[in-house]
C-alpha cells in the first residue's frame, strides 16, 4: 500500500512559478510510476506529466512541455512537480499518483493509488 500527500500549492500571478511535491510512504516508489494530474471546476480530471521512478524517464502532455518538470528524489521517497510560466488556465486542484502498470499511463484508470490533491490558483 502506499499513501501519497502533495503540498505546494498556493496563488501565484500569471508568469509566476510554483513547486508541488508528492511524499509516499508504506513502501518505496521504485517499480513504480508517479504521474501528476489536475481537475478544474466542472471538468474532468487530466493528465499532466509522468515520470518512471526506477529509470526516470518523463512524459508530459502538450499543453505543459517546456513550462513544467517533473522530478523525483530517490533518498525522500518524492516526487516534485515544477511549475514556471504559469497561466490562469492550469488552476486547478492538482493530485499526484502512483502505478505498477507499464502501458497507458496517461488515463485515470490505470493509476491505484491518489492523494488528497492540492489546490493551484493562478491570478491574471
Known amino acids: 500500500q502506499v499513501q501519497l500527500v502533495e503540498s505546494g500549492g498556493g496563488l501565484v500571478q500569471a508568469g509566476g512559478s510554483l513547486r508541488l511535491s508528492c511524499a509516499a510512504s508504506?513502501?518505496?516508489?521504485?517499480?513504480?510510476?508517479v504521474g501528476w494530474f489536475r481537475q478544474a471546476p466542472g471538468k474532468e480530471r487530466e493528465f499532466v506529466a509522468r515520470?518512471?521512478?526506477?529509470?526516470?524517464?518523463?512524459y508530459y502532455t502538450d499543453s505543459v512541455i517546456a513550462r513544467f518538470t517533473i522530478s523525483r528524489d530517490n533518498a525522500k521517497n518524492t516526487v516534485y512537480l515544477q511549475m514556471t510560466s504559469l497561466k490562469p488556465e492550469d488552476t486547478a486542484v492538482y493530485y499526484c499518483?502512483?502505478?505498477?502498470?507499464?502501458?497507458?499511463?496517461?488515463?485515470?484508470?490505470?493509476?491505484?493509488?491518489w492523494g488528497q490533491g492540492t489546490q493551484v490558483t493562478v491570478s491574471s
Open positions: 499518483a502512483g502505478s505498477s502498470r507499464t502501458l497507458g499511463l496517461v488515463a485515470v484508470s490505470t493509476y491505484d493509488y
Open positions: 515520470i518512471k521512478w526506477s529509470s526516470g524517464r518523463t
Open positions: 508504506g513502501r518505496t516508489l521504485n517499480g513504480y510510476t
